[in-house]
Antibody, heavy 118, light 109 residues
Framework: QVQLQESGPGLVKPSQTLSLTCTVS??????????WNWIRQPAGKGLEWIGR???????NYNPSLKSRVTISLDTSKNQFSLRLNSVTAADTAVYYC??????????WGQGTLVTVSS | QSALTQPASVSGSPGQSITISCTGT?????????VSWYQQHPGKAPKLMIY???NRPSGVPDRFSGSKSANTASLTISGLQAEDEADYYC?????????FGGGTKLTVL
């Protein structure tokens, strides 16, 4: 059973770049046909898909965030990462990484809270 | 505004059945048999309840079932129990995107 764990700063200043890493254990990030996703959830609100990266390295992003988002793979460390630039208070949320393909083995991390504040 | 439309809330009494709908388009729900349903309790990560429209992962009670008609997917919970009270989200997977519903809060009366 693959496991995912988010890590990164819990506090980011407005206008700066939010950077998070998802470490995958129990399986190789470069094997299989999986999408590695980032999702976020502001307090009291619903889940919002940020984007995904395929094992080949191709990416898809939420159109509403596309201009500010970059998702990348680091196969040597079995990790994938999120960068969200020019953040504002509206980007404050719990951020989840997840392996999603629409099947029974889909897995999520536990989530990490990122607060945007000066 | 979410890509997929779900009712904001539904409610039911213990033992009753409820259905949550998830409406998309022919480009997502209507075009693919990759619809998942997740249950989320407060402060917890989402838990997979249904995948590929109507399949249950091991460990999910058979009280939970899924279906799809045209551009609308549905999650039905029969024999409601208190622990079913949670938020439920649908997800549609396409070749170019992952689409989320806005979530439905289920209250067990």
């Amino acid at each position: 059973q693959v496991q995912l764990q988010e890590s990164g700063p819990g506090l980011v200043k407005p206008s700066q770049t939010l950077s998070l890493t998802c470490t995958v254990s129990g399986g190789s990030i470069s094997s299989g046909t999986y999408y590695w996703n980032w999702i976020r959830q502001p307090a009291g609100k619903g889940l919002e898909w940020i984007g995904r990266i395929y094992t080949s390295g191709s990416t898809n992003y939420n159109p509403s965030l596309k201009s500010r988002v970059t998702i990348s793979l680091d196969t040597s460390k079995n990790q994938f990462s999120l960068r969200l630039n020019s953040v504002t208070a509206a980007d404050t949320a719990v951020y989840y990484c997840a392996r999603l393909v629409g099947g029974p083995d889909d897995s999520w991390g536990q989530g990490t809270l990122v607060t945007v504040s000066s | 505004q979410s890509a997929l439309t779900q009712p904001a809330s539904v409610s039911g009494s213990p033992g009753q059945s409820i259905t949550i709908s998830c409406t998309g388009t022919s480009s997502d729900i209507g075009g693919y048999n990759y619809v998942s349903w997740y249950q989320q309790h407060p402060g917890k990560a989402p838990k997979l309840m249904i995948y590929e429209v109507s399949n249950r992962p091991s460990g999910v009670p058979d009280r939970f079932s899924g279906s799809k008609s045209a551009n609308t997917a549905s999650l039905t919970i029969s024999g409601l129990q208190a622990e079913d009270e949670a938020d439920y989200y649908c997800i549609s997977y396409t070749t170019s995107s992952t689409l989320f519903g806005g979530g439905t809060k289920l209250t067990v009366l």
